[in-house]
């Protein structure tokens, strides 16, 4: 079992940015997939962006491409998530995932979950 521990949320207005981390640990990290998944108020959660433990495939939700970045860095058991050109849509808690066996899209793709961040965007 991969334990995620997610950090970096917070306020921020319309057009900034902000840089999400997950830091993992347990099993071996750098053998799995990881991902970012989002449950904004009142909806259900949502996909975001994947990445294989490779670096070599990854997948964004079409709401984030070309915005959001994910990457990772192996030897410090570190996922990021760098968001950029925020809107007041992005507000939700976002949860790093963990444990998959490729960059999927779906919650069941992952075996691992953090608590959560909380990320507001004011308008």
């Known amino acids: 079992q991969v334990q995620l521990v997610e950090s970096g949320g917070g306020l921020v207005q319309a057009g900034g940015s902000l840089r999400l981390s997950c830091a993992a640990s347990?099993?071996?990290?750098?053998?799995?997939?990881m991902g970012w998944f989002r449950q904004a108020p009142g909806k259900e959660r949502e996909f975001v962006a994947s990445i294989t433990w490779s670096g070599f495939r990854i997948v964004y939700a079409d709401s984030v491409r070309g915005r959001f970045t994910i990457s990772r860095d192996n030897a410090k058991n570190t996922v990021y998530l760098q968001m950029s050109s925020l809107k007041p849509e992005d507000t939700a808690v976002y949860y790093c995932?963990?444990?998959?066996?490729?960059?999927?899209?779906?919650?069941?793709?992952?075996?691992?979950w953090g608590q959560g961040t909380q990320v507001t965007v004011s308008s």
């Open positions: 995932a963990g444990g998959g066996v490729a960059a999927g899209r779906l919650e069941r793709d992952f075996a691992s």
């Open positions: 347990g099993r071996t990290f750098m053998s799995y997939a």
